[in-house]
C-alpha cells in the first residue's frame, strides 16, 4: 500500500470524549471512527488489525478441531422464548419487529441459535464431540459504552460453542479451548492470564475469564500471595480464601477481560431439547460449553498494553502493516527510486509494507509512523544520499542501525524471522 492512497485521518489531539489511552491511540491512527453512542467503524488500517487477529483465532481454533459457521445476525424471538431469556434478559437485548409483526433480537450471544442449529443437524453421539465457532458482529445495549471499542453496543466477537455426551467429555474440550486461548493472546503478543471466574458447587470450575493486565481495566483481578492463582474478585469474596491453597493475602490489579470460557452443562440444551441418542439407544440430554473471544476489545487491549507517548507499538503479528518504508524527501530522485524498489521488493518477499510517499514534511511521516505505531521503520534519508545506507528503525525498542541498500532486506528478514 502507498500512504498517498491510504485512508487514514491521524489527528495531532485526542478528541475530547476519549479518556483512555486506546480510545484515545485508536482514534488518533485513524484506526476507527465514531458513528454514533457504542457504534464504531473500523477504517482500513483499524480493519487490517481486526483481521490479523482473527485469522490468528481461526488458526487456533481449527487446529484444536472447530468448526465455522456463520448464524444471522438476528435471533427470532421464539427462540429466546424456548430458552425462557426473552423474559430474563434485560435491556441490553435490542428487541424489535418486522412488517409481519413478528419479534427478533439483534444478537448479543448465540446460545439458542446454535442449539438450534445442532438439535436440527445431529441425532446421534456418534457425531459428537462438535465445537462450532462464528466471528461476527454482536449488538448489547450497554447502559453505558464507553471506552470506544472497550465497552462497546455493537462489537466483534468470536463465540463457540461445543456438544458432547458426557460430562467428561465436555472437561476434555474445555481444557483444549483454554489451551488454545493461551495460544492466541500469546500470538497476538499479549500478555493474558487465566483468572478462575467461578467455582461450581459440585467441585471443579465452571468458568474461567481470560484477563490483560492493565491499569484502565475495568475488572479486577485477585492474585494469591500463597500459590499465585488469578481469581476475580466474586469467587474470593464467596470464599474468602484461595481455593487452591487456602491462602488469605491477595494482591489486587486491574484487568480486561478479553476472553470467557464457560462450562454451560445442560442449561440450554435442555430448555431446547436438544438430545442425542446414546450408544445404547437412549435420549440423553447433551452437555454444552461456550467460549467467547471479544475480537475488537482485543485491539483495545492490545493498544493499552503496547504504546507510549508517541502512539501504538503494535506486536508484529497484529500490526496493520510491519514495515514502512519512509522516503525523507520526495523531491529526491535517488530516494524515491529506491523507495519504490524497496517496496516492491518487499511486496514481493509477502511481507506487509506499506511505502510513505507522500508529499509531506519528514517530520509528518515521523510522526505518523510512531502515531500508528507499525513495528519496523525503513528510512531512507540524509544518511542514503550521503552514504548509501538505509535506517532500521525498531518501534517498540527505539532502536536504530544503518544497514547499506543492498543489505537492508536480508537484515530485516532475519530480524522477523528471529521475532516469530
Ligand atoms: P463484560 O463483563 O466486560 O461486560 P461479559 O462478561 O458480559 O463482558 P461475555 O458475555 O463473556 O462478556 O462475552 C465474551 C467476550 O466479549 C468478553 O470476554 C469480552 O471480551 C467481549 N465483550 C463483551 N461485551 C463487550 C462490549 N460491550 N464491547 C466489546 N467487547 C465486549
Ligand atoms: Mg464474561
Known amino acids: 500500500m502507498k500512504f498517498s492512497q491510504l485512508l487514514c485521518p491521524t489527528l495531532k489531539d485526542s478528541p475530547r470524549e476519549a479518556e483512555i489511552v486506546s480510545h484515545q491511540l485508536m482514534l488518533r491512527a485513524g484506526l476507527s471512527q465514531k458513528v454514533a453512542s457504542g457504534l464504531y467503524s473500523y477504517l482500513p488500517m483499524g480493519l487490517r488489525v481486526i483481521k490479523k487477529i482473527e485469522a490468528i483465532v481461526r488458526e487456533e481454533l481449527d487446529a484444536a478441531n472447530c468448526q465455522e459457521v456463520a448464524l444471522p445476525l438476528i435471533t427470532p424471538a421464539s427462540l429466546w422464548q424456548e430458552s425462557g431469556r426473552w423474559a430474563k434478559y434485560g435491556p441490553e437485548l435490542l428487541r424489535f419487529k418486522d412488517r409481519h409483526d413478528n419479534e427478533f433480537c439483534y444478537g448479543p450471544t448465540f446460545e439458542e441459535a446454535i442449539t438450534d442449529m445442532f438439535r436440527q443437524s445431529v441425532q446421534s453421539y456418534k457425531a459428537l464431540p462438535v465445537t462450532l465457532y462464528q466471528i461476527q458482529n454482536k449488538f448489547r445495549d450497554e447502559i453505558r459504552p464507553r471506552f470506544g471499542l472497550m465497552r462497546s453496543r455493537e462489537f466483534i466477537m468470536k ?141 483495545a487491549a492490545a493498544i493499552e498494553q503496547h504504546h507510549d507517548e508517541k502512539g501504538i507499538k ?104 528471529t521475532s516469530n
Open 159 to 299: 463465540d463457540a460453542y461445543s456438544f458432547h455426551l458426557t460430562e467428561d467429555c465436555l472437561d476434555i474440550t474445555y481444557k483444549a479451548m483454554e489451551a488454545a486461548y493461551h495460544r492466541i493472546f500469546k500470538r497476538c503478543g499479549l500478555d493474558a492470564v487465566c483468572v478462575q471466574a467461578d467455582s461450581g458447587a459440585i467441585g471443579g470450575d465452571v468458568s474461567a475469564e481470560f484477563m490483560i493486565r492493565a491499569d484502565t481495566g475495568e475488572d479486577e483481578v485477585l492474585i494469591c500471595q500463597g500459590c499465585q492463582l488469578t481469581a476475580n474478585k466474586e469467587v474470593i469474596e464467596k470464599t474468602n480464601h484461595c481455593p487452591k491453597c487456602n491462602s488469605t493475602e491477595f494482591k489486587s490489579v486491574r484487568g480486561i477481560e478479553v476472553g470467557h470460557i464457560f462450562k454451560l452443562g445442560t442449561l440450554y440444551s435442555s430448555a431446547l431439547k436438544a438430545s442425542v441418542l446414546s450408544d445404547l439407544g437412549k435420549p440423553t440430554i447433551v452437555q454444552m460449553g461456550c467460549y467467547g473471544i471479544g475480537v475488537s476489545r482485543t485491539m
Open 314 to 417: 503494535w506486536p508484529i503479528a497484529i500490526a496493520p502493516y510491519t514495515v514502512t518504508i519512509i522516503v525523507t524527501n520526495m523531491r529526491d530522485e535517488a530516494m524515491v527510486e529506491t523507495g519504490l524498489a524497496l517496496y516492491e521488493t518487499l511486496k514481493h518477499q509477502k511481507i506487509d509494507v506499506i511505502l510513505d510517499d507522500r508529499s509531506v514534511s519528514a517530520g509528518v511521516k515521523f510522526k505518523d509512523a510512531e502515531l500508528i505505531g507499525f513495528p519496523i521503520q525503513l528510512v531512507i534519508g540524509k544518511q542514503f544520499s550521503e552514504t548509501g545506507t538505509i535506517e532500521y528503525k525498531e518501534r517498540d525498542t527505539q532502536d536504530t542501525i544503518n544497514v547499506s541498500k543492498d543489505a537492508i532486506v536480508g537484515h530485516l528478514k532475519t530480524k522477523l524471522e
